[in-house]
């Protein structure tokens, strides 16, 4: 059976709709922006089963926040789906408009289901992303901040970056390789 699911994306909350190929709905569920909520989604896809052989792919409005990097790192696909494309997808559903959490969770599902082939998964996460990630904190700032300052733009601003008062300068650590007080 073919299945996927759909996530309505917000601050503190999110809505989840489990679809089948037949467009039923199997299962729903709002959960927290938390750790519980999600063993909650993945107890939830579990029950409809996900597997890490055939993980359910999703869909979700947004590429970014603590969900998203939860699921990425889970190994699923993960599509994030434009907010005014689902508008759009929406208006075939609902004459009204009216915006619904619950609703725009199916439609996400729906989407994955109908067009899954219209829209790109994230991508992998770069080295110098999972070594960020990985990193301690600190060292996150320090690698992110020698790595933009060697961007081709960002050297046009050069001046910019030496007259920041001295305040606003990143910490010195040089705890990553190539990150050396010079770059700084």
């Known amino acids: 059976m073919h299945v996927t699911c759909g996530i309505d994306w917000a601050e503190d909350h999110h809505d989840v709709a489990v ?31 996900d597997r890490p052989d055939d993980p359910i792919p999703i869909a979700i ?3 970014r926040g603590l969900l998203v990097a939860c699921l990425r790192a ?20 609902v004459v009204s408009g009216k ?3 619950h609703q725009d969770a199916v439609v996400l ?11 790109r998964p ?4 770069s080295d110098l992303g999972t070594e960020l990630f990985s990193a301690q904190p600190e060292s996150r700032i320090c690698a992110l901040i ?8 960002v050297r046009l601003f050069g001046a910019f970056v030496t007259d920041t008062p001295r305040r606003c300068q990143p910490p010195r650590c040089g705890s990553l390789p190539g990150c050396y007080a010079a770059d700084l």
């Open 61 to 63: 409005e947004t590429s």
């Open 99 to 101: 915006k619904s959490d």
């Open 19 to 49: 679809v089948d190929q037949d467009a039923r709905l199997l299962g729903k569920l709002r959960i927290g922006d938390d750790a519980a909520g999600f063993q909650d989604l993945l107890g939830l896809l579990a029950e409809h089963g």
């Open 122 to 125: 994230l991508p992998d996460d």
């Open 74 to 93: 889970s190994g699923r696909r993960v599509y994030a789906i434009n907010p005014m494309a689902v508008a759009r997808y929406r208006d075939r559903h």
């Open 109 to 119: 599902a729906n989407i994955l289901r109908t067009d899954a082939e219209l829209h």
């Open 146 to 153: 020698c790595s933009v300052r060697r961007h081709p733009t």
